[in-house]
């Protein structure tokens, strides 16, 4: 099983988004078994797939970070032929009061998510695990970090995004003292609009950045927020919008790349 913690310390970047549809198309698509961890106390990933409770119950993402076993959500995704299903550890703001509560636990904190998807029950039953991350470094956030082999960063061309990319893939350089297998695996333009600006912006992250940057582009479309009120993933809302068709150009990408990987290291 690969594990893929999607994040970026700035919001509105598409963090969810990605997550959420990358998770389906490899369902979907390419047949994948996947595990999706909504880690972010919003809870949005959970909504999309209509498993969000009440802020009073405990969420599955709470119970990860308490050592006990979350309750794991059967949905449907993809349509016809290429109608496939997911799981999903839910998260709501009880996940705050589990992350302050390791925060002040005097046993090891970062070590809980890893625990979880290293057990049998977990690796021998999914493909790709993908996490949806807060746009914060909270311990929930070390925890993903801890647990992932590889990291996606969505990126939207503007000036504060770009400094955070430093930002971000600092932090991630520094705990790889905790998990050394942690990589990035590149960085995701989101909510791409063709103009000069953006142009620019993405000529010099390509050129400037030690770190791999997807071709592929998130095209900017209305229907990714048309999709949030249809609590869609957009290759079910509106295969044919912008957002739609790049993200499965995306995933054909990322496979691609994982697959070129595999052959360069003998797998």
């Given at each position: 099983?690969?594990?893929?913690a999607i994040i970026n310390l700035k919001g509105g970047v598409g963090k969810t988004t990605t997550a959420i549809n990358m998770?389906?198309?490899?369902?979907?698509?390419?047949?994948?078994?996947?595990?999706?961890?909504?880690n972010d106390p919003q809870g949005n990933a959970s909504q999309i797939f209509e498993c969000y409770e009440s802020w009073s119950?405990?969420?599955?993402?709470?119970?990860?970070?308490?050592?006990?076993?979350?309750?794991?959500?059967?949905?449907?995704?993809?349509?016809?032929?290429?109608?496939?299903?997911?799981?999903?550890?839910?998260?709501?703001?009880?996940?705050?009061?589990?992350?302050?509560?390791?925060?002040?636990?005097?046993?090891?904190?970062?070590?809980?998510?890893?625990?979880?998807?290293?057990?049998?029950?977990?690796?021998?039953?999914?493909?790709?695990?993908?996490?949806?991350?807060?746009?914060?470094?909270?311990?929930?956030?070390?925890?993903?970090?801890?647990?992932?082999?590889?990291?996606?960063?969505?990126?939207?061309?503007?000036?504060?995004?770009?400094?955070?990319?430093?930002?971000?893939?600092?932090?991630?350089?520094?705990?790889?003292?905790?998990?050394?297998?942690?990589?990035?695996?590149?960085?995701?333009?989101?909510?791409?609009?063709?103009?000069?600006?953006?142009?620019?912006?993405?000529?010099?992250?390509?050129?400037?950045?030690?770190?791999r940057v997807f071709d592929t582009q998130i095209r900017r479309s209305d229907k990714v927020t048309a999709a949030t009120y249809?609590?869609?993933?957009?290759?079910?809302?509106?295969?044919?919008?912008?957002?739609?068709?790049?993200?499965?150009?995306?995933?054909?990408?990322?496979?691609?790349?994982?697959?070129?990987?595999?052959?360069?290291?003998?797998?």
């Open positions: 099983m690969k594990t893929i998770a389906a198309l490899l369902a979907s698509r390419h047949d994948k078994s996947v595990l999706l961890i909504d119950d405990t969420c599955g993402a709470a119970d990860i970070l308490n050592g006990g076993q979350p309750v794991r959500y059967f949905r449907s995704v993809g349509a016809g032929d290429n109608q496939n299903g997911i799981e999903i550890i839910n998260a709501n703001i009880s996940l705050l009061g589990a992350d302050n509560a390791l925060r002040a636990s005097t046993e090891r904190q970062d070590n809980r998510y890893r625990a979880f998807l290293s057990t049998e029950s977990v690796t021998q039953q999914y493909d790709y695990c993908i996490i949806d991350n807060p746009p914060a470094l909270l311990m929930c956030t070390i925890n993903a970090l801890c647990a992932a082999d590889e990291v996606i960063i969505p990126v939207t061309l503007d000036n504060w995004s770009l400094d955070g990319v430093e930002t971000i893939t600092k932090q991630i350089e520094e705990l790889k003292a905790l998990n050394e297998k942690l990589t990035i695996a590149g960085i995701l333009l989101t909510n791409y609009k063709k103009s000069l600006e953006n142009e620019a912006a993405e000529k010099w992250l390509r050129e400037n950045c030690k770190y249809y609590k869609k993933p957009l290759d079910e809302h509106s295969p044919r919008s912008a957002a739609a068709v790049t993200y499965r150009k995306f995933v054909n990408e990322y496979l691609e790349r994982a697959e070129e990987g595999g052959r360069e290291h003998g797998i």
